[in-house]
């Protein structure tokens, strides 16, 4: 057999394993709330090809290829465990089961990596919290997206309820035409499954859940519990109120947290996912997911802290354009931001600098930041530049950020990537806060600078999900354990 031969049957192999691995995961997914992770990415409602993808990009950030031979044992070890609600990834469980020295089978092995998942330690099963969008724009959007995604058996987020502006009446096909964007978005492709629109009951349905669409222009308008709604989580994405008491409004009858997708003012706790959640209280009912670029350059920013000390940074974020810009030159009450968006490179502030003592205050560190907004609708980079309280070296920042992206808290936060070549639109669909590129990375003595790369849109409507997970209730644990 030739070379060339072989290749081919190997990889015909492979796709026939990752064919009999879709039917196990979607079934652990719908019937036990269980998501299958490979290196903290997601399995459910993959493709064939994309699992062998996602088991190839190992090789960038663990140093050996993970095959899907090697994996499908530990997937089938899970099928024959009483596992209750949780995220299991197996290529944690197949990296680690290589180094570990007790001679067990792997089913034995599983059995006790995942034990905090099972039998009398498992979580139950609920009933399920309901979510209404307050806002439908490109965050909005997103976010419906992933809350539709992540439906799975219905007892984790359901999305109920979609609030735009019309009060007084929506204009012809207002419904229809907000369906269509929901259905095909220009950057982020196809929405993965169907969806219908009702217009007799101004409902859209995706993927089999039913969204009520409400026309209102003020929070007073709505009750929410004349739609069935309780207890809701709602997600404010218009960013017209941002203090306290603007986000109180929404505290109506039927919704028990607001949650703001900018920056909050004033006493508003911002939170970044996997740095600061855990700080949150049980009764705080108005949150902040702060900014994209927070989102991006805190977990990166903690895990040089804890490892070599901050003493002080500066962040320039080269950040693709948003809708708040004009498309032609056109007045703009911001300086700059007036001035066309797709044909200039724009000089603007950023709040992200300033709003990371709130997300991190144990960083005794002065960090700055500034601005420019480019000519690409989405995935910017934040370039920190770090004076850190120890000399070191390039070999030692880097290996510390891939373990970091591979086994720490904060490896759903932090990407690593080592490919050369490596441009803006390859992350457009990260689900990370930020991606390491190694590449770029320079350290000298005392001196690091870090290119961060990060998908404002998505990686940030990522984040923004799990903040929601985690205060409704529904984040269930990871397996095995990251490591501290």
């Not at 997937?75 to 290529?91: C, H, V």
Request: glycine share 8%; charged share 25%; hydrophobic share 40%.
């Amino acid at each position: 057999m030739t070379v060339i031969e072989d290749s081919f049957t190997n990889w015909k192999n492979r796709e026939e394993i990752a064919e009999s691995m879709i039917p196990i995961i979607g079934k652990l997914h719908r019937e036990r709330d269980v998501t299958v992770l490979l290196h903290s990415r997601s399995l459910v409602n993959k493709s064939v090809v994309s699992i062998l993808k996602t088991h190839r990009f190992a090789r960038q950030i663990a140093g050996e290829e993970l095959t899907v031979t090697e994996t499908m044992p530990f997937l089938k070890a899970l099928t024959t465990l009483d596992l209750g609600p949780s995220q299991i990834d197996i290529g944690m469980l197949a990296a680690t089961y290589r180094g570990d020295e007790r001679g067990l089978s792997i089913e034995e092995f599983t059995a006790d990596a995942v034990a905090g998942a099972t039998g009398a330690n498992k979580i139950e099963r609920g009933e399920g919290r309901d979510v209404v969008l307050y806002g439908f724009g490109r965050i909005g959007r997103l976010v419906a997206r992933l809350l539709i995604e992540k439906s799975g058996s219905g007892n984790g987020l359901r999305l109920r309820a979609i609030v735009v502006r019309g009060g007084g009446g929506r204009a012809p096909e207002d419904l229809v035409k907000r369906a269509s964007l929901l259905r095909r978005d220009s950057i982020h492709g196809q929405f993965q499954g169907t969806i219908t629109v009702d217009e007799a009951s101004s409902t859209i349905v995706a993927n089999g859940n039913a969204i009520k669409v409400i026309y209102a222009n003020d929070p007073s308008e709505i009750d929410y519990t004349a739609y069935g709604i309780k207890n809701a989580i709602l997600i404010d994405n218009t960013g017209k109120w941002r203090d306290r008491e603007g986000l109180s409004q929404h505290l109506r009858p039927g919704i028990d947290k607001v949650v703001l997708t900018a920056p909050g003012k004033g006493d508003v706790p911002n939170i970044v996912h996997g740095v600061n959640h855990d700080s949150l209280k049980p009764d705080e009912r108005v949150l902040s997911c702060a900014s994209c670029t927070t989102n991006a350059i805190v977990p990166p920013l903690k895990a040089m802290d804890d490892e070599f000390g901050v003493v002080r940074g500066h962040v320039e974020t080269v950040h693709s354009f948003t809708n708040d810009q004009n498309l032609l030159d056109n007045y703009h009450k911001a300086d700059r931001r007036g001035r066309s968006a797709p044909l200039n490179m724009v000089i603007t502030e950023t709040g992200a600098a300033s709003a990371v003592a709130k997300a991190l205050p144990g960083l005794n560190a002065r960090i700055t930041g500034s601005s420019i907004r480019v000519p690409v609708p989405d995935v910017s980079i934040a370039i920190l530049n770090l004076q850190l309280a120890r000399g070191t070296t390039r070999e030692e920042v880097l290996d510390h950020l891939r373990k970091v992206s591979l086994e720490s808290p904060l490896k759903r936060q932090i990407d690593f990537i080592t490919a050369p070549d490596a441009v803006s639109s390859d992350f457009i669909g990260s689900r990370h806060a930020s991606i390491v590129d190694a590449g770029a990375t320079k350290v000298e003595g005392d001196n690091a600078i870090l290119y961060l790369w990060y998908d404002n849109e998505f990686g940030y409507s990522c984040q923004v999900i799990r903040v929601v997970q985690h205060v409704s209730g529904v984040e269930y644990p990871t397996f095995p354990a990251p490591l501290v």
